[in-house]
């Protein structure tokens, strides 16, 4: 199993950004997928962006569509969510997870992904 460390979040203004950074403690051919997914209290949890380490494709909600980018450092075991243009309804516990499906059919569905990060806390302010 795949041990997921993320961090980068905070408390912002709307209209601020913010880079999410998710490091795994090891990456194997299998582990072909990295989503962030989000939870703000009293909802269930959404999908927010996957990547497919193996040819960069992607996956985002459309909600964070033209303002959040994924991207993947495979030297570094690190994936990174660049949040911009943030807004209130952003404001969530983001976590990372890793051994998941092909992210352009599946990327979304959370019961697909095997190991899961501890989660960030992101908070935008009006």
């Known amino acids: 199993e795949v041990q997921l460390q993320a961090s980068g979040g905070g408390l912002v203004q709307a209209g601020g950004s913010l880079r999410l950074s998710c490091v795994a403690s090891v990456f194997t051919f299998d582990d072909a997928s990295i989503g962030w997914f989000r939870q703000a209290p009293g909802k269930e949890r959404e999908g927010v962006s996957c990547?497919?380490?193996?040819?960069?494709?992607?996956y985002y909600a459309d909600s964070v569509k033209g303002r959040f980018t994924i991207s993947s450092d495979n030297a570094k075991n690190t994936v990174y969510l660049q949040m911009s243009s943030l807004k209130p309804e952003d404001t969530a516990v983001y976590y990372c997870?890793?051994?998941?499906?092909?992210?352009?059919?599946?990327?979304?569905?959370?019961?697909?992904?095997?190991?899961w990060g501890q989660g960030t806390q992101v908070t935008v302010s009006s």
């Open positions: 997870a890793a051994e998941g499906p092909d992210c352009r059919y599946s990327g979304s569905n959370s019961k697909l992904f095997a190991s």
């Open positions: 990547i497919n380490r193996s040819d960069g494709s992607t």
